[in-house]
C-alpha cells in the first residue's frame, strides 16, 4: 500500500511552462523530503521540509508543506530542458524500530521540450 | 557527492545465484538503511542499522535477503538463491542522527536471467 500518492504521474511540457505536482496522504508526517531521481542513478536530495506551512525555494522550484504535515507540493516556474527528471516525495516518520524509514510516492515523470 | 558509494553499480547473474551488494559511507554516519525499487516504482524500504545493529529486518522481502554491518561502517546486502522477480535498482541511504533527511547512493542495478 503506498502511503503517498502523487500526481501527476507523467508530465510532458514545454520549456518555460510553470507546472505543480502534489504529494498527498492520509497519515502526519514528522517531515517531508523531495528528491530528483535520473535514470540509472540514485535519487539526489532537493528539499527537506519540516514544519506544517513551510515554503521552501530553490531557484526556480518552490516546495510548500502542508498545515497538517500530510501533503506537499513542488511548483517549478519557467521549466527547462535540465528539469526534466524523476520527482519523488518521500514521508518520514517513526514506526516501530525503523528509524525514520522513508515512505515514498510513485514518482512524477517530468519531460521538458525545447 | 552524497557521502555514499554503492559497489558494483551493475550485477548481472543467472537465477539461482548468490549475490552481494556493499555500501560505503564515506563518513561514519551510524544510521543505515536499504531500500529497493522498481520499474515505475518509489523506492520501497528494506532494512535499517543503527551503528552495526540492525534494528528492522521485518521489511526484507524474504528468507532469502540479508544484511550485515559488522563495524557499524560499510554495509552488505547479500540476495541467495536469486528469482527473476529480484531484478531491481537497491539504493543505499544514510542520515545524520540530528535529521530526518536521507542521503542516497547511486544504487546497484541488478538483473537476474
Known amino acids: 500500500t503506498q502511503l503517498l500518492e502523487q500526481s501527476p504521474q507523467f508530465l510532458s511540457i514545454q520549456e518555460g511552462e510553470n507546472l505543480t505536482v502534489y504529494c498527498n496522504s492520509s497519515?502526519?508526517?514528522?517531515?517531508l523530503q523531495w528528491y530528483r531521481q535520473e535514470p540509472g542513478e540514485g535519487p539526489v536530495l532537493l528539499v527537506t521540509v519540516v514544519t506544517g506551512g513551510e515554503v521552501k525555494k530553490l531557484k526556480r522550484l518552490t516546495f510548500q508543506f502542508g498545515d497538517a504535515r500530510k501533503d506537499s507540493s513542488l511548483h517549478i516556474t519557467a521549466a527547462q530542458p535540465g528539469d526534466t527528471g524523476l520527482y519523488l516525495c518521500a514521508g518520514a516518520r517513526i514506526r516501530g524500530n525503523s528509524g525514520y524509514a522513508l515512505n515514498f510516492g510513485k514518482g512524477t515523470s517530468l519531460l521538458v521540450t525545447p | 557527492d552524497t557521502g555514499v558509494s554503492q559497489n558494483p553499480r551493475h550485477k548481472i547473474t543467472k537465477r539461482g545465484q548468490n549475490v552481494t551488494f556493499r555500501c560505503d559511507p564515506i563518513?561514519?554516519?551510524?544510521?543505515l538503511y536499504w531500500y529497493r525499487q522498481t520499474l515505475g516504482q518509489g523506492p520501497e524500504f528494506l532494512t535499517y542499522f543503527q551503528n552495526e545493529a540492525q534494528l528492522e529486518k521485518s521489511r526484507l522481502l524474504s528468507d532469502r535477503f540479508s544484511a550485515e554491518r559488522p563495524k557499524g561502517s560499510f554495509s552488505t546486502l547479500e540476495i541467495q538463491r536469486t528469482e527473476q522477480g529480484d531484478s531491481a535498482m537497491y539504493l543505499c541511504?544514510?542520515?545524520?542522527?540530528?535529521?530526518?533527511?536521507?542521503?542516497f547512493g547511486p544504487g546497484t542495478r541488478l538483473t537476474v536471467l
Open positions: 563518513s561514519e554516519h551510524n544510521r
Open positions: 541511504a544514510i542520515r545524520l542522527a540530528s535529521t530526518d533527511t536521507q542521503y
Open positions: 497519515s502526519v508526517f514528522s517531515s
